[in-house]
């Protein structure tokens, strides 16, 4: 497959072929910059010193990748090792059982929290929702001012109803980049910002994230570019029939 692989490699390099425009993820931890790495750093600290408990409102990989980067990085039993250095990292907007919310509002009653927004345009249904009730929630227990203290929004740079709401309010935001799609987001401050809640070095996350962007981008070769020879194994499973993957770590 190598003669398809230095193909599709040559498109994603070039940012050529369809969907070009969101290819904003390939040089991604190169181009993350020293201004915005602080920033997340200096907010990680600020929640962690006055929250508990983290609710993340966001669904798919609004969501998914943070949980997967902390859940990875952490013990299976942190539940019960948590020695009050960062908040329980929780999730909410992903779904919308009632009896999940309700009880989800109830254990914050008794927390101290704060809350991380996410959402481009602030209308998807579910996080939506969830953020309309946990907003009325914090403020009613914090105030106003100190609600939007506790409110971080992570949305789109110039438009739609998170981004009105977080202008009106005053709360801290955060850019989705326009050429990066949610599934692709983790490296922003998507998944930066609730990893570095959690109390997860996000420099060293860069760091790795953009060795292996050398390492990608240097060759398409199947012995050299881990990246390709997945792509070409799976690919190849598929031709074959099998059309279902499952990755999971242990």
Not at 13 to 24: D, I, P, T
Not at 37 to 47: L, T, Y
Not at 186 to 194: E, K, M, N
Request: glycine share 8%; with cysteine; hydrophobic share 40%.
């Amino acid at each position: 497959m190598q003669d398809e692989v230095d193909i599709c490699h040559s498109l994603l390099v070039e940012k050529a072929g369809k969907g070009n425009q969101f290819l904003g993820w390939i040089n991604l931890p190169s181009k993350t910059d020293e201004a915005l790495i602080s920033s997340i750093e200096a907010d990680a600290k600020i929640i962690r010193e006055k929250a508990e408990i983290l609710v993340v409102i966001g669904i798919g990989g609004s969501y998914l990748g943070a949980r997967a980067i902390i859940e990875a990085l952490s013990s299976p039993f942190s539940a019960f090792q948590n020695d009050n250095k960062h908040p329980v990292v929780l999730y909410a907007g992903h779904n919308l059982s009632q009896d999940y919310h309700a009880e989800l509002l109830q254990l914050l009653d008794k927390k101290e929290y704060a809350v991380v927004v996410i959402s481009k345009s602030g209308t998807t249904t579910e996080p939506a929702v969830a953020f309309r009730l946990i907003k009325n929630h914090i403020e009613k227990k914090y105030g106003l001012q100190e609600a939007a203290n506790r409110i971080i929004a992570i949305t789109d740079s110039s438009k739609g109803a998170l981004k009105i709401l977080a202008e009106k309010h005053g709360y801290k935001t955060y850019v989705i980049p326009d050429d990066i799609g949610g599934r692709y987001s983790v490296l922003t401050p998507v998944g930066l910002l609730p990893v570095a809640i959690a109390g997860n070095d996000i420099r060293r996350l860069i760091q790795g994230a953009n060795e292996m962007q050398k390492v990608c981008i240097e060759t398409p070769s199947l012995l050299d570019n881990p990246a390709a020879c997945y792509a070409a194994i799976r690919n190849s499973f598929y031709r074959l029939g099998s059309q279902i993957e499952i990755l999971v770590n242990y």
